[in-house]
Antibody, heavy 118, light 107 residues
Framework: QVQLKESGPGLVQPSQTLSLTCTVS????????VHWVRQPPGKGLEWVGA???????DYNSALKSRLSISRDTSKSQVFLKMNSLQTEDTAIYFC????????????WGQGASVTVSS | DIQMTQTPSSMPASLGERVTISCRAS??????LNWYQQKPDGTIKPLIY???NLQSGVPSRFSGSGSGTDYSLTISSLEPEDFAMYYC?????????FGGGTKLELK
């Protein structure tokens, strides 16, 4: 059974770094890509970035300078790090598994709520 | 970046009604278009992939179509569980982008 679960701090101070972990089960990180999507309160979905099955990464243009996505395949974990956090980064952060041929996000975590506030 | 414009942003509708949600890309996306449903509790699931393919387990009242820059999601006869948010998403080029969403509400 495919599962993804996000974990991390619920509250981050402005200008600090956000670190989130996505722990997956039921599939291999070397055969599937994992993407991050976020949703600010009351707003729509925004694609944040991805780590592909081969280990390469892609990032949202607007976040690229502050963002890093990595993984530990031995632990089935994907990591998101975003620095210089601002209040506009307050959102629910989802990790998703992407089906490798048709590139649909076919499994989602429940989301991690992140609030940027002093 | 490819911009995805979804219309309408909200849609009141009745049980049993047929509804269509539109999604327009700022440039051609070669049918690389998916649709997702988000329920009020926040859970998200895929409905349609590659423009018109039904994701496993999704009822056949959902369908997708389109080409070039214009795409649509149709629900043939609304059921109570269909009142939710709907998003289109392109994967033709990075960065992937979502439409702004359509809230399907009970009239």
């Amino acid at each position: 059974q495919v599962q993804l679960k996000e974990s991390g701090p619920g509250l981050v101070q402005p200008s600090q770094t956000l670190s989130l972990t996505c722990t997956v089960s039921g599939f291999s990180l070397t055969s599937n890509s994992v993407h991050w999507v976020r949703q600010p309160p009351g707003k729509g979905l925004e694609w944040v970035g991805a780590i592909w099955s081969g280990g390469s990464t892609d990032y949202n243009s607007a976040l690229k300078s502050r963002l890093s996505i990595s993984r530990d395949t031995s632990k089935s974990q994907v990591f998101l790090k975003m620095n210089s956090l601002q209040t506009e980064d307050t959102a629910i952060y989802f990790c998703t598994k992407v089906q490798p041929y048709y590139y649909v996000m076919d499994a989602w975590g429940q989301g991690a709520s992140v609030t940027v506030s002093s | 970046d490819i911009q995805m414009t979804q219309t309408p942003s909200s849609m009141p509708a009745s049980l049993g009604e047929r509804v269509t949600i539109s999604c327009r890309a700022s440039q051609g996306i070669s049918n690389y278009l998916n649709w997702y449903q988000q329920k009020p509790d926040g859970t998200i699931k895929p409905l349609i992939y590659y423009t018109s393919n039904l994701q496993s387990g999704v009822p056949s009242r959902f369908s997708g179509s389109g080409s070039g820059t214009d795409y649509s999601l149709t629900i043939s006869s609304l059921e109570p569980e269909d009142f939710a948010m709907y998003y289109c998403q392109q994967y033709d080029s990075s960065p992937w982008t979502f439409g702004g969403g359509t809230k399907l509400e009970l009239k």
